[in-house]
């Protein structure tokens, strides 16, 4: 290739190491990206407005002699009726952030609520549980903080008999966990995982979605790689994970999608990733991915893109450990199989969600980047096409699929050979006029191992006039030296 500032030939092995060092870099900071994009929020088990109070008005913020009131009617009143109605009204106050603040600094409320939450009443203690689960749907660390007493109480009633009840207690330790670090030093030595990986065992779904949201919050808080996630991965909890993601007429898509995520912030860790593959995570995503696609030729029913997202960035980024062999072993991924799933998957996306095609896309790069296979049975099953067809959709999904036309295309002579002639040309000419600068860049990557291994593309290139289109970019900094080279090769074929 001749380079346009040192005027000299240099051999085809470097322009193809250069240009993969250059989308390594790209990839890389792409990974890093994705990996910080965090799920991290509250739930609750209530509609998003507050409650409507009897006779049909909204409940009022509470004032602390009226919180005295509810907590003194709870703790003495004569009847258990009249009792857990105080706690239902004190429960409604509680939905406002107001009453929320008069409430932790009452002197001697928690200790109230506590010992209400640990009374011998069911009820009682299911009203008390659900004052604490709005507390913790607070976003003022102060208010979580001031929960600390009954962390201990909410781990413990995890190994009860009532799934609602290990519902509650699962979803407000999530809220607690994500809003202050205080509550997870205390949650830690207390045996939260312990706690976790018990729960994972349970045959309520509702008590094992519930278990995956707190589990996804634990497993995203800043010092989850160093103190969270290697406990979880020296506990149970990751051979239950991949049971649960099982394909199957057993799988459950709400249960699915919460253990997906967990999976999928495990591996973003990278604490050990070999792991995860030694308990069979590629193989079992692989067939999951395949029984998700099924799902979508199947049915119109919302929700399978919510499990298709965690899915592709797990199996993404399984796929970028050294450790893994693409074919081979309990590892091996059948190139057809999880192509033909991929691409129902990307027009599904197209379709019905455009915004989770760099997902698909992403996985797409990882399958090809190192596999000769994977790009053969790309070429061999007409995918090019369909590939091409998404370049308008944005910005984000043009650089990807030229980054994987990239990788079929360094593959060598026979690679391109089945690129070349075709549609791509066009295409090319055609997203060299996009404005934006990354999307050009790849192009002239893309046309540069063509025309290194495809000399007759420079020439079909110059008959439809390429080169006035490389002229628009040949001011832009960051172009230039790629833009000239393009024009000596096409001009010195």
Same mark, same amino acid.
């Given at each position: ?52 109070? #009897? ?25 258990? *009726? ?44 299911? #009203? ?93 808080? *800043? ?76 049915? #119109? ?154 000399? #007759? ?37």
């Amino acid at each position: 290739m001749w380079s346009g500032r040192q005027g000299r030939l240099r051999p085809v092995g470097c322009v193809v190491e250069e240009l993969r060092c250059r989308r390594r870099e790209r990839e890389a900071a792409l990974r890093k990206a994705r990996r910080e994009q965090q799920l991290i929020s509250k739930r609750l088990l209530r509609d998003d407005a507050p409650e409507e109070a #009897e006779g049909g008005c909204v409940a009022m913020i509470l004032r602390d002699f009226e919180i005295q009131q509810f907590l003194r009617l709870a703790q003495r009143g004569t009847e258990e *009726k009249e009792r857990e109605r105080a706690l239902v009204s004190l429960r409604r106050g509680l939905q406002h952030p107001e009453t929320q603040q008069t409430f932790i600094w009452l002197e001697g409320s928690m200790r109230t609520l506590v010992g209400l939450l640990t009374s011998n009443q069911a009820l009682l203690q299911l #009203e008390a549980a659900r004052c604490l689960h709005e507390l913790s749907h607070s976003e003022q660390s102060a208010v979580a903080e001031a929960c600390l007493p009954a962390t201990s109480y909410l781990l413990t009633y995890l190994s009860g008999h009532s799934s609602d009840f290990i519902e509650l207690c699962l979803y407000t330790l999530g809220n607690l966990i994500v809003e202050s670090e205080a509550v997870r030093r205390q949650l830690l030595p207390q045996g939260i995982v312990p706690a976790l990986a018990a729960c994972i065992q349970s045959p309520h779904l509702t008590v094992l979605e519930a278990l995956g949201y707190a589990l996804s919050q634990l497993l995203q808080v *800043k010092e989850a790689p160093e103190l969270i996630i290697p406990s979880v991965l020296g506990s149970t909890l990751p051979e239950h994970i991949l049971r649960l993601l099982q394909p199957g007429p057993k799988l459950n898509l709400g249960v699915a999608v919460e253990f997906a995520w967990c999976l999928h912030y495990i591996i973003c860790s990278q604490v050990n990733n070999a792991l995860l593959i030694s308990h069979g995570g590629l193989s079992t995503l692989g067939l999951l991915l395949l029984d998700v696609a099924g799902a979508v030729q199947r049915t #119109e029913d919302e929700g399978l893109e919510l499990l298709a997202c965690p899915v592709l960035r797990c199996l993404s980024n399984l796929l970028t450990e050294a450790a893994v062999e693409i074919v081979g072993g309990q590892n091996q991924l059948e190139d057809e199989r999880v192509l033909a799933a991929l691409f129902i998957l990307l027009q599904f996306f197209l379709q019905k969600q455009s915004s989770l095609l760099p997902e698909g896309l992403w996985l797409l790069n990882n399958l090809t980047a190192n596999s000769p296979s994977f790009c053969t049975s790309l070429l061999s099953m007409d995918l090019i096409e369909p590939l091409l067809q998404l370049l308008p959709v944005s910005n984000v999904v043009s650089v990807l699929v030229l980054t994987v036309l990239c990788n079929v295309a360094e593959k060598g002579p026979a690679y391109c050979q089945r690129l070349w002639p075709g549609p791509l040309l066009s295409c090319l000419i055609g997203t060299l006029a996009f404005p934006d600068i990354e999307v050009v860049g790849q192009s002239l990557e893309l046309l540069q191992l063509l025309f290194l291994y495809r000399p #007759e593309a420079a020439e079909d290139f110059l008959k439809q006039s390429g080169l006035q289109v490389l002229e628009r970019h040949k001011e832009e900094a960051q172009l230039q030296d790629r833009v000239h080279a393009l024009q000596q090769i096409a001009l010195h074929r």
